[in-house]
């Protein structure tokens, strides 16, 4: 998301990678989706025409651009602006364009041959990037840029990362093999499958990064999702309020995600933890694992779970939680086991729902008026 204006972060907050910076001189690393935005490089002109990002108004790319990974606290980056979904379709390292200016590609809709015949490339939406785009490699480059990351990496420093992978957001391109010559396209029967296949064996990938190293002892490894996408879309009804899940709903198959942390010999294996958390937590939850102390106007949305994680007997503090659904007409509100709803249509709906016996909202109890 290049455009005219700063990325997500207001002025007076500090990102994760930045305190750990200032407060432990910590290694910092971002690869993959960055989709907090940022501005084209100093003196360009931003593009109104989102399919031409690069080519437009006489942008330097020799400069790199403004407000992304590298302004806020991260030593190295390659990323995307948008992942693999929308243009421009090129990476970034540092900032710097990795696409020569005069190579630029318009992409149209659709399906695409690969360079290395792994697959094919799928373009969700039209616009301009690298000719060699690949939506079906871009996991694999990821894999590379963590070994890298850690075999540079000084272990006497501790380190930082964050990877953003392209799975499994659509579009649904899995490779036909990973870079073992594991078969991943086809294995599952649908595209989406086979991408959450290839997703284990990156994350298995990187894993063994950490752990060949012998880093393990002391890396402390969270996994999630930003978003959900399961549907139940069983009903004869066709009102919004049937559509239980994907991105960006309020039901829980649009947030409810996984969320696993590894940390040998602090987190025993095998455990399971019920309380309320949000990724917004994490923040404060890391504030509190590593000691760092949170800048004023940072993490305002954070409660720690760190104790929670480390008991199951410890309550995550968190006693309601909130979503709201962004340009839309729907928000809901979590309090214990039960969720108040409201979408507002032609006709404004509340329900309540109990989770502990109806967690897929199936059987609601109309608000009282």
Same mark, same amino acid.
């Given at each position: ?140 480059? =990821? ?6 990351? =850690? ?49 284990? =064996? ?8 950490? !752990? ?63 309380? =309320? ?16 102390d949170i800048p004023d106007g940072s993490a ?18 968190? !006693? ?29 709906e509340e329900n309540l729902y109990d989770l ?14």
């Amino acid at each position: 998301m290049l455009s005219s204006n700063q990325n997500q972060f207001f002025h007076n907050q500090k990102s994760i990678a930045e305190v750990l910076k200032d407060q432990f001189n910590y290694h910092t690393g971002m690869f993959g989706k960055w989709h907090l935005g940022g501005r084209v490089p100093s003196g360009g002109t931003y593009s109104k025409d989102k399919t031409r990002p690069l080519s437009c108004c006489n942008i330097d790319w020799k400069k790199p651009m403004e407000d992304g990974p590298n302004d806020i606290g991260f030593d190295e980056s390659f990323y995307t602006t948008s992942g693999i979904q929308n243009p421009p379709y090129s990476f970034f390292r540092n900032g710097y364009l990795q696409t020569d200016i005069d190579d630029i590609k318009f992409w149209e809709e659709g399906s695409h041959a690969t360079v290395n015949d792994n697959g094919e490339s799928i373009i969700k939406g039209p616009g301009e990037g690298d000719p060699n785009w690949d939506s079906t490699e871009y996991n694999a480059k =990821l894999v590379k840029e963590v070994d890298n990351f =850690l075999e540079n990496h000084d272990t006497s420093d501790p380190f930082f990362l964050y990877v953003g992978l392209g799975s499994v957001h659509v579009p649904h391109s899995p490779p036909k093999s990973y870079m073992d010559g594991t078969p991943v396209a086809g294995t599952f029967g649908h595209p989406h499958l086979d991408m959450l296949y290839e997703m284990d =064996l990156v994350i298995a990938s990187m894993m063994s990064s950490v !752990e060949d190293r012998g880093l393990m002892d002391n890396t402390l490894v969270i996994f999630a999702s930003d978003n959900g996408g399961l549907k139940n879309m069983n009903h004869t009804n066709n009102s919004d309020r049937h559509f239980r899940g994907g991105k960006g709903t309020v039901w829980e198959g649009g947030h409810r995600v996984p969320m696993i942390m590894r940390y040998d010999g602090v987190l025993d294996a095998g455990q399971k933890r019920t309380g =309320l958390a949000g990724l917004n937590d994490i923040y404060a939850t890391l504030a509190d694992i590593v000691g760092f102390d949170i800048p004023d106007g940072s993490a305002q949305d954070a409660i720690s779970f760190a104790e929670h994680a480390l008991s199951e007997a410890i309550d995550s503090k968190r !006693e309601f939680f909130g979503v709201w659904l962004w340009k839309s007409t729907s928000y809901a509100l979590r309090w214990g086991n039960f969720k108040y709803s409201v979408t507002y249509n032609e006709v404004t709906e509340e329900n309540l729902y109990d989770l502990n016996t109806d967690v897929k909202e199936e059987a609601p109890t109309p608000a009282p008026p």
